[in-house]
């Protein structure tokens, strides 16, 4: 059995999401803690300007 992390942002740009679990990599034994981390409104403006920098990108190995 494993104990993993897994997190996400998703398109609100609101937060990151945390979550703890114990698995054996097929199935989950367990459900552990949660966490959301709240953005500030700096980091959003850092993320809203990555994202409007990304339109113009032509190459994804850049």
């Not at 897994?6 to 054996?24: E, K, P, Q, R």
């Not at 459900?31 to 920098?53: K, N």
């Amino acid at each position: 059995m494993q104990t993993v992390a897994g997190m996400m942002s998703g398109t609100s740009m609101d937060g990151v999401d945390v979550a703890v679990l114990v698995t054996d990599g097929e199935s989950v034994e367990s459900f552990g803690p949660t966490f959301f981390r709240p953005y500030d409104q700096s980091e959003r403006t850092i993320l809203r300007q990555a994202l409007a920098e990304a339109r113009e990108l032509t190459d994804r190995t850049a």
